[in-house]
């Protein structure tokens, strides 16, 4: 599907942990969401070890750009993956504020991802809850 070794896969991790944790709350079905990301990536890892691993980033690092230069450099249909997944966890516990909606707006623009693209696929799985 694209060339991310298993650092990488972590670093995207360690952003979906921020996006999860941005409100406060960090719940199961965020955690669970996360490990389906890892898995879909790392299919024959220990989830559980990466994700600790992804939190231990998230939780030493204050800046989102060395996550996103990862994302930025990848295709666009994997740029549309990793917007997919944070929207899913954003999206999981029925709420979006606007931290959630400031972080995902900040995004975009590190990565280069079309915003219109981003309200599509927001949109989407919004209807499809």
């Not at 691993?53 to 230069?69: C, D, G, P, R, W």
């Not at 909606?101 to 981003?118: A, E, H, Q």
Request: proline share 1%.
């Amino acid at each position: 599907m694209n060339n991310l070794d298993k650092e990488n896969i972590i670093g995207v991790a360690a952003l979906l942990v921020h996006a999860a944790k941005i409100d406060e709350e960090y719940s199961d079905q965020e955690k669970l969401l996360i490990k389906e990301f890892i898995k879909s990536y790392l299919e024959n890892e220990n989830i559980e070890e990466i994700l600790k691993k992804a939190e231990v980033i998230e939780n030493n690092s204050n800046q989102l750009l060395s996550f996103t230069n990862i994302i930025k450099k990848n295709t666009i249909k994997f740029k549309s993956d990793i917007i997919e997944h944070l929207w899913k966890i954003i999206i999981s516990d029925k709420a979006i504020d606007k931290y959630e909606s400031n972080l995902m707006r900040r995004i975009c623009g590190l990565i280069y991802f079309p915003d219109k693209l981003c309200a599509e696929i927001k949109l989407r799985l919004l209807n499809n809850k």
